[in-house]
């Protein structure tokens, strides 16, 4: 039944009182967001797989709740958009795209637009130019077409048409090309810098389309079009000349020199984006245009990322899905009747879609761009989005466009932007290593280089390590972790420091890629203004180099990918630069409150399945370090200068490769005059025939690894006995004797191997605990885990394997039965063909 109000209020006095929310604007705008929420996120869940943006699900929701689809239903319609609603909706969703475009404007750089080249200039204007020639003759077809469009103006019509075909929607693109891991190569540098230029040209265009259709009268329409676009003119010139010196000014008092951005300037800000929009409605252009101008009279700078981070969520997840909703509202796929309306879908689908791909792929391949790279740029520069949706909703509102031209060009929209990542993936592969070429090349140092004189490969003169960090919690211990492996007598570290950040919808985290560079590397920063914690993060290493006197060289670097392919970023960074280790941060980080009281701070578990797929893929050696304060007792808060390293480490060692490693870190640690080591060398019993033999840490295992573990420990003493502390330890119970060592608050780091290659002793002490993170291995999750009582922080290590590492350790030993009763040294047998068929 139809509800027919001519009194509209806010809120009802609830249902006690035999009221209907539904009835009442903000219970029903309620209703409607959470609608529109929960269809939009489900159509992204399930467009996923097929890597489209989440416009296009966006787009298809508004679409989906719209007349086309569910509105067909004539009481759902009428129960939950009825017609009273749809003036509130659309207020709220231009609210949000008056920001969202003032959001856009922010993070338009006009000087990245400048310095684009020839090329990209020539491409952009190709790619606008065509389409709009195109756009032109599909306008003059679709006048005599469609019915009611002889009434529109021709002027007016024809740049409609034109500017919906010609525009690229810039944050759809580099959306898909931070997907496709494009963005840091030559075609994605190239796509975005002629979208950035073709951005600014769409905007100019649908300010000249705006204008040339206001007006009363048909006779005074082209006067009104005169003063509407001088007035125009005359809104950008006072806003760049008047009010950007104000705004400059406004963002040096909000910097960080200055305590930060006083909330006063932050709300005067966004009144200015209202204001902005006020008066460009008030000269006869859409508001948004005002806030688009707006935003690019703010400097980039620090306030500018305080911005982006103050209203960027709230817009983009709650605001502006409104707004395609209010536009699938309007969407009525149902008003193309017949073959002819469906012909001329196709007309205009091809029309679009050629006339952008071919313009750009000529103009690209005059400009002895490759054919493949050239035409992957069409495809891209093909990409529509929230821009075109903007121009066909103001065509629409301005009575330019009827209902069949809307949809068709909706559609048409639609199938552009979802063809372009499954084309692009055929045409031209993403440029990122995957992780399988990560385990073909296998050229890692297994060693650590201990003294120049000791390497007659120059490449092993110095200790290259990649440091990975989430912020600025995991600066200090990791600073400090290094600084204990530096000596004089050692060789000096090339210090690799790899910020991950997670590529989110957020075009703030597009934004962070685009102002990277490649440089051999995925994502290499430059001075990025702006990036406030980039900024910081990149300081204190900085800082912390310039204080080692050339002994540790610092390089820093920003990787922003999605979560589940971050490792192929790592591992390319990994094998490019030739590192010897990989330092992962823990994704729990422990800190000590003011009260003494430990705090665990837990990043995500997605940040966990990254450390662990580089655990798998790594093709270097891999290090986790699990943070409990080891930086706590620093005698210098600054840590940019010289830091306190860990006084006292302890190396557990039971045998194989990842202890080798461990004890070889330990080494070089215990080179540092300022680092005592305790190698704490656990051995086995085993009664046999009444008589008990004390097994050495790897005697159940083959005999290759058990003289490689021998010359190791030899080796070890041989060098640093002065140095360190060594202990054997006999325990039945090696769970307790490792909590022993981790409970007893005597070292800041315990040191130990992940046993990919398990003893009997560590394959029994899995059994004994409950293992709660696998990627740490026995001894290691024992020690990382909650509720043991350890209070020292832990460094597992994982040594490069050639062979690509299986997801669980593997275990190497045997029975106690299986051993000879013979055997009075404690020497195992050949079990070489139990390894080889187990």
């Known amino acids: 039944m139809t509800f027919n109000k001519t009194h509209i209020e806010a809120s009802s006095n609830g249902a006690w009182q035999g009221d209907n929310p539904l009835n009442y604007a903000l219970p029903l705008l ?16 399930v467009l996923k797989p097929l890597r489209q943006p989440k416009v296009i699900a966006e787009i298809l929701g508004g679409i989906l709740l719209g007349p086309s689809a569910l509105g067909r239903n004539k009481a759902y319609l009428d129960r939950i958009f009825p017609p009273w609603s749809q003036p509130i909706l659309e207020t709220v969703a231009s609210i949000g795209l008056l920001f969202f475009l003032f959001l856009v404007g922010l993070e338009l750089d006009l000087n990245s637009i400048r310095r684009s080249g020839k090329r990209a200039f020539s491409i952009a204007l190709a790619g606008i130019l065509v389409p709009f020639i195109c756009g032109t003759g599909v306008a003059i077809i679709l006048r005599k077409t469609v019915q009611g469009e002889q009434n529109v103006g021709f002027a007016q019509f024809v740049v409609f048409m034109g500017v919906s075909l010609s525009i690229t929607a810039f944050p ?63 809104f950008v010139i006072v806003m760049l000349f008047a009010v950007r010196p104000v705004m400059a000014w406004v963002s040096k008092r909000s910097s960080s020199k200055h305590h930060g951005a006083d909330e006063t300037y932050i709300c005067l800000t966004l009144a200015g984006v209202m204001l902005s929009g006020f008066a460009t409605d008030l000269i006869g252009i859409h508001s948004i ?22 209203t960027e969520d709230f817009v983009t997840g709650l605001l502006l899905p409104l707004y395609f909703a209010s536009s699938g509202l309007k969407t009525d796929v149902t008003k193309m009747h017949g073959l002819e309306a469906w012909g001329l879908l196709v007309l205009v689908i091809t029309a679009a879609c050629a006339g952008k791909i071919v313009g750009t792929s000529f103009v690209a391949m005059m ?19 929230l821009v075109e949706l903007i121009v066909l909703n103001i065509g629409k509102e301005k009575k330019v466009l009827n209902d ?141 180099s310039s204080n080692q006197l050339g002994r540790v060289k610092v390089r820093h670097m920003t990787t922003i990918s999605d979560l589940p392919t971050m490792h192929e970023d790592v591992c ?33 578990p997605g940040w966990r399945a990254v450390n662990q797929c580089l655990l798998k893929h790594a093709p270097c050696s891999v290090a986790v370090l699990v943070d409990r304060g080891l930086s706590c007792n620093s005698r210098d808060d600054d840590i940019t200068g010289p830091p306190a390293v860990a006084q006292r480490v302890c190396v557990v060692f039971f045998g194989g490769p990842d202890d080798r490693q461990a004890l070889e870190f330990g080494g070089r640690m215990a080179d540092h005059p300022g680092v005592d080591v305790t190698v704490v060398r656990f051995a086995e019993q085993i009664v046999t025939e009444n008589k008990i033999i004390i097994l050495d840490s790897l005697s159940t295992t083959a005999d290759p690894e058990k003289e490689l573990d021998e010359k190791a420990i030899t080796e ?6 002065r140095l360190t502390v060594y202990i054997e330890k006999e325990a039945e119970r090696i769970g307790e004797g490792v909590l022993t060592i981790g409970r007893s608050g005597e070292y800041g780091l315990i040191v130990t191997g992940r046993s990919q290659l398990q003893t009997r002793m560590v394959a029994e002490l899995s059994k004994e605990h409950a293992t709660e993170y696998e990627e740490l291995g026995p001894i290691g999750d024992i020690l990382a885990s909650t509720g043991n009582g350890v209070t020292s922080s832990v460094l597992v290590i994982q040594q490069h394997s050639i062979e690509p590492n299986d997801p669980a350790p593997k275990i190497l030993a045997l029975a106690p039965e299986d051993f000879s009763s013979s055997s009075k040294t404690g020497a195992p047998l050949d079990i070489s063909e139990a390894v080889n068929s187990g």
């Open 30 to 45: 309620i209703i409607q967001t959470l609608l529109v929420l929960f269809v939009s996120h489900s159509l992204a869940l």
């Open 172 to 234: 759809v693109l580099a959306r898909i090309l931070a997907e496709l891991k494009l963005l840091t190569t030559q075609v994605g540098e190239t796509a975005m810098a002629a979208a950035a230029f073709n951005d600014v040209v769409a905007w100019v265009l649908l300010a000249l389309a705006v204008a040339l259709s206001e007006g009363g009268d048909h006779k005074k329409k082209p006067l009104v079009s005169v003063w509407v676009l001088v007035c125009g003119i005359a």
């Open 289 to 310: 245009f005002g806030a688009f101008i707006f935003g690019l009279t703010i400097p980039k700078g620090e306030f500018a990322g305080r911005l982006i981070r103050r």
């Open 367 to 385: 400009h002895k761009i490759p054919v493949r790279e050239a035409i992957t740029l069409g495809f891209l520069m093909n990409t529509k989005g």
């Open 404 to 544: 069949e031209t809307f949809a068709i060009l909706i559609l048409m929209s639609i199938f552009a932007t979802f063809i372009t990542t499954p084309s692009v993936m055929v045409i031209y592969k993403p440029a990122a290593r995957s992780a399988s070429s990560c385990n073909t090349r296998r050229k890692q140092q297994t060693e650590f280089p201990s003294c120049p004189q000791f390497s007659n490969n120059s490449d092993k003169k110095n200790l290259r390590i990649l440091a990975c960090v989430h912020g600025m919690g995991n600066i200090p211990s990791l600073i400090k972790l290094v600084d204990s492996t530096r000596s004089a007598q050692a060789s000096p570290i090339k210090l690799y420091v790899m910020h991950f950040m997670e590529l989110t919808e957020r075009s703030s985290s597009i934004l962070m890629v685009q102002r990277t560079r490649r440089n051999g590397l995925p994502f290499i920063n430059r001075i990025c203004k702006g990036t406030e914690s980039v900024d910081r993060v990149s300081a204190a290493f900085q800082g912390y």
């Open 572 to 604: 390319h960074v990994a094998e490019e630069k030739r590192v010897t280790m990989m330092i992962l941060p823990f994704h729990k980080r422990a800190r000590r409150d003011e009260g003494g009281d430990i705090q665990v701070e837990n990043v995500g």
């Open 716 to 721: 070890f003493r041989k060098r640093r006995d």
